[in-house]
């Protein structure tokens, strides 16, 4: 069962993702869509039963360090390369409004 899509409905999902879209590629977005939903067609014909869910196809395993607690590095050498260290603290510009609305 094919879906087709069509122009009009390109440029609504652009609108409700709030993304500009030139009028050349609205024809080639609608057959892109269409294209994607004849796949999930397909893979919705595939027996899939006894198979188990998957996140991923491959069996992945967390590659990072042991965390180990060590010491710090010291502040002369934390702000050595800061642009303007104050009182052994970052001085950074003020982001926000200190005022209450």
């Known amino acids: 069962m094919a879906k087709h899509i069509d122009e009009a409905t390109v440029r609504h999902v652009a609108n409700l993702a709030r993304l500009r879209i030139s009028d050349e590629d609205v024809g ?16 919705q014909q ?15 395993s967390n590659v990072l360090r042991e965390d180990v ?16 260290p104050h009182d052994g603290f970052f001085r950074v510009p003020k982001v926000l409004d200190q005022e209450s609305s």
Request: aromatic share 10%; charged share 15%; proline share 13%.
């Open 28 to 43: 080639t977005y609608a057959a892109q869509f269409s294209a994607i939903l004849d796949y999930f067609d397909q893979m």
């Open 46 to 60: 595939m027996n899939t039963e006894g198979v188990p869910p998957l996140a991923h196809p491959l069996a992945l």
């Open 69 to 84: 607690p060590h010491a710090s590095w010291p502040v002369e050498r934390s702000l050595a390369n800061a642009p303007d």
